[in-house]
């Protein structure tokens, strides 16, 4: 943290007054649910992004990214997204929702620094956001409870940047809790926490560090493939989103809806089951059969939703094939990305020295770290002139 202080003084000429600190955060099980109002059942990790601000005596806003070494600036009345902004327009999104609901903003200095994983589906943009609003609402004042203003942060993201961000992960970030889960219901957005009897087995990721070239014109598509499943489905039987429906709903519609489509809607509401039943496994302490729904959701996600690639594929083998694995899944909308794996710690080290055949294979050099279930957005910094 005290670096972080040093580089917002070498920047701006002073110390910060506030700095939070949000997690990124990483699907155990329910991909590709939440924009079909399903269940999903995330956790936030143990790496951060980090972001100090200052107030300015004029109407500037000033942004400084220590990873990136990067520069932005631009003003209050001249607040808009720019694409050459790139990572500032999170902030920026923020500042501008806070205006929009008459909260009284003027000019700030930010610095920016973060540990969580970019372009992965770790939710590093999330990260940034909820750390940029937390440390505006107790900078100027603001009461606005976690539902509050995680759901602010997440209508900013949507309308500035045109970000994939759901109010889940928004949630997560702001209301996790260390060593558990939350498992949230994407229609009505109530959630419980799961505790997480890991005993000796730990939660590794591994970043295929393939390029998500695909990714948002593929999601677009998956999307749209389940609004055509949910339009022909309801003319037999009322429904709003394929939560509405079960596995033998699309089963019995052979031949009213295109095959490809069927498939990959089946991924869908099956999903929702396995999130369901990773739930009752948690809570009986079932290691086992946690695991073996991870697995059955990568094979879905492979096989039926058509998300995942040949590197991830062999990650996730990899995996299966390691003595000490309960299960292991692709993480994310796919397309490259990262992979997830609940594995004895003790069989990590045989687990990673199975990656070194990866970058031979696919030139591209993979990175495994261990994450721990953590807690929401924080005040980690406060400066003692501040709260006076």
């Known amino acids: 943290m005290d670096d972080l202080v040093r580089s917002h003084k070498e920047e701006y000429g002073e110390p910060p007054q506030l700095i939070a600190s949000a997690p990124g955060r990483v699907n155990l099980i329910g991909e590709h649910t939440d924009y079909n109002e399903g269940y999903v059942l995330p956790i936030a990790i143990n790496y951060f992004v980090q972001v100090a601000v200052s107030h300015r005596k004029d ?85 606005l409870g976690g539902t509050e203003l995680a759901r602010l942060v997440q209508d900013a993201e949507k309308s500035f940047v045109g970000g994939h961000g759901t109010l889940a992960d928004h949630l997560v970030c702001r209301l996790a809790r260390p060593g558990t889960a939350m498992l949230l219901d994407t229609r009505s957005m109530d959630f419980r926490y799961v505790p997480l009897p890991l005993k000796g087995a730990r939660f590794l990721i591994t970043n295929s560090n393939v390029p998500r070239a695909l990714g948002d014109s593929e999601y677009n598509l998956r999307r749209a493939e389940c609004d055509k499943c949910v339009s022909l489905l309801a003319a037999k039987r009322p429904g709003r989103s394929l939560r509405d429906y079960s596995p033998s709903d699309l089963r019995d519609s052979m031949g009213l809806i295109p095959e490809a489509t069927r498939k990959k809607c089946l991924h869908v509401v099956e999903e929702n089951q396995r999130v369901l039943e990773a739930e009752a496994a948690l809570k009986k302490g079932e290691l086992a059969a946690f695991g073996k729904l991870m697995n059955r959701s990568h094979e879905s996600l492979r096989d039926q939703y058509e998300v995942s690639c040949p590197e991830l594929d062999w990650l996730v083998k990899r995996a299966w094939e390691t003595e000490g694995v309960y299960g292991s899944r692709m993480a994310g909308v796919g397309f490259g990305g990262c992979t997830v794996t609940l594995v004895e710690e003790k069989s990590i080290p045989v687990y990673v020295s199975r990656l070194e055949a990866y970058e031979r294979i696919f030139s591209f050099k993979p990175e495994a770290f261990v994450c721990e279930p953590t807690g929401g957005v924080r005040i980690a910094y406060e400066n003692s002139a501040h709260k006076r």
């Open 59 to 143: 109407q500037h806003l000033k942004f400084y990214s220590v990873d990136f070494k990067d520069r932005k600036r631009t003003s209050i009345s001249n607040l808009r997204f720019k694409k050459e902004d790139r990572w500032a327009n999170y902030p920026k999104a923020v500042v501008s929702a806070l205006i929009a609901r008459g909260h009284p903003v003027g000019g700030l200095n930010l610095t920016v620094r973060g540990s969580v994983p970019q372009a992965v589906g770790l939710a590093s943009s999330t990260a940034l956001e909820a750390a940029t609003g937390f440390a505006l609402q107790r900078l100027l004042g603001l009461t």
